[in-house]
């Protein structure tokens, strides 16, 4: 009989090591959960990390439960202190828990996945690893150095960095005949460490390369959210997923926080997907006569890849907000001279703000009020860190945002 307290501590484990690929290729749980379904080291540790974060995301509980509730708090704890890798001291200060109470929350969602993955277990005869597919020995050098790498990411667009690794590989490309196409947006920026991604976009393209029919690769981008999605289609067989360029791009965009995997197009060509983050911060404008909240705000949402501007004044508020046009305002009521309900009016009322989305953060527990005069969420005041920040996050994913370029992304893209 498997014991599941031992199944627990093993799934802590390869949290704590989760992008570690050659940890988590030989981990306990690569057989037992993955088994033989991912065939080499690589594949196996990206299903395992994979499965990981897909059952962590699954305990986050359904909209419109409170931040409050331990759910929201034990879901809170493992997505930072293990999937987004912020320290003890961090996600205790991000959460606004004690050292015990992080503790607590961390085995009740401990538990609560080792209850979920318990049921996705493969079955004995289907567990055995495959041999004889260890990291390539020449790689060993890299996967050292890049432990040691000295990461610095930036904001780049995919289509300078394709045109500078095509660049450096055309020696390769004129011997193989080979031609490399750009279409769909690739000029959105995304948040990446420049000389590894050049470096990872080369081993890719030589894999690629290997075993093509023809030399032509189309590269074309989509975004989603908070990612970017890198497609390199080429005709022809089927990447070996051991080969060493293929094994080398991997750890080269695990190192950066990215991923890439293997598939097919609807149109059958080789299909390799490269998943990135993107490089935009959300820009809100808190408008609050009072000082401490700026900087309270500013130090619940900078972690958090948003820019905060503030403002003291009603009538500075209208002036930022259709010269800055930022992603979203917090707006406060008791202001004097000019108070918050005038404010949201003249904002809904004036055409160069009247689709940005407002939350009424007040003492005055008015939300029908608020919602009323167009916006989007009230949330009353002492303001909660987590309440503050799952309401923002809605009001950035809601379907009626206006314009693309809101958050820094092209129209129409």
């Known amino acids: 009989m498997e014991d599941k307290a031992e199944f627990r501590r093993q799934i802590r484990d390869a949290l704590v090591h989760l992008y570690d690929s050659s940890y988590l290729a030989?981990?306990?749980?690569?057989?037992?959960?993955?088994?033989?379904?991912?065939?080499?080291?690589?594949?196996?540790?990206?299903?395992l990390r994979r499965l990981l974060k897909e059952a962590v995301e699954a305990l986050r509980p359904p909209q419109g439960t409170s931040v409050s509730t331990p759910d929201w708090?034990?879901?809170?704890?493992?997505?930072?202190?293990?999937?987004?890798?912020?320290?003890?001291?961090?996600?205790?200060?991000?959460?606004?828990?004690?050292?015990?109470q992080l503790q607590r929350e961390l085995y009740r969602g401990l538990n609560a996945l080792a209850d979920l993955l318990w049921q996705k277990r493969q079955p004995v005869q289907e567990r055995t690893l495959p041999s004889g597919d260890a990291l390539t020995a020449d790689l060993e050098p890299l996967r050292r150095e890049l432990e040691d790498w000295a990461l610095k990411r930036e904001a780049c667009t995919l289509h300078a960095l394709l045109r500078q690794t095509e660049e450096l590989l055309q020696p390769m490309l004129q011997r193989a005949n080979a031609q490399l196409c750009l279409k769909g947006?690739?000029?959105v920026p995304v948040l990446v460490d420049p000389v590894l991604m050049r470096q990872a976009l080369a081993k890719t393209l030589r894999s690629l390369l290997s075993k093509s029919d023809r030399g032509r690769i189309v590269a074309s981008g989509s975004h989603t959210g908070e990612t970017f999605t890198l497609a390199l289609e080429r005709p022809g067989e089927d990447v070996?997923?051991?080969?060493?360029?293929?094994?080398?791009?991997?750890?080269?965009?695990?190192?950066?926080?990215?991923?890439?995997?293997?598939?097919?197009?609807?149109?059958?060509?080789?299909?390799?997907?490269?998943?990135?983050?993107?490089?935009?911060?959300?820009?809100?404008?808190?408008?609050?006569?009072?000082?401490a909240i700026h900087q309270l705000f500013a130090r619940y949402l900078t972690p958090h890849n948003y820019e905060v501007v503030g403002t003291r004044t009603g009538a500075e508020a209208l002036q930022l907000?259709?010269?800055?046009?930022?992603?979203?305002?917090t707006l406060d009521v008791m202001m004097p001279s000019f108070d918050g309900w005038q404010v949201l009016r003249d904002l809904r009322s004036d055409p160069r703000t009247a689709s940005i989305p407002v939350i009424v953060c007040s003492v005055l527990d008015e939300p029908e009020l608020a919602l009323g005069l167009g916006a989007c969420a009230f949330i009353k005041?002492?303001?909660n860190r987590l309440e503050l920040l799952a309401v923002l996050e809605k009001a950035r994913a809601a379907p009626d945002r206006g314009e693309a370029g809101r958050r820094g992304l092209p129209a129409g893209s």
Not at 321 to 329: G, H, K, S, V
């Open 73 to 100: 708090r034990s879901y809170q704890a493992l997505r930072h202190y293990y999937i987004e890798g912020t320290s003890f001291l961090e996600t205790q200060q991000e959460l606004g828990l004690s050292r015990r």
């Open 381 to 383: 005041k002492p303001v």
């Open 240 to 291: 070996d997923p051991l080969d060493p360029n293929w094994q080398a791009a991997v750890l080269l965009l695990e190192r950066q926080g990215a991923s890439i995997e293997l598939g097919r197009a609807d149109t059958g060509e080789v299909r390799a997907v490269l998943t990135l983050p993107l490089a935009t911060r959300a820009r809100v404008l808190v408008v609050d006569d009072t000082e």
């Open 26 to 47: 030989d981990h306990p749980l690569a057989g037992t959960l993955v088994g033989t379904s991912a065939p080499g080291q690589i594949a196996r540790a990206q299903a």
């Open 185 to 187: 947006p690739l000029d």
């Open 321 to 329: 907000a259709a010269e800055l046009q930022p992603d979203l305002i």
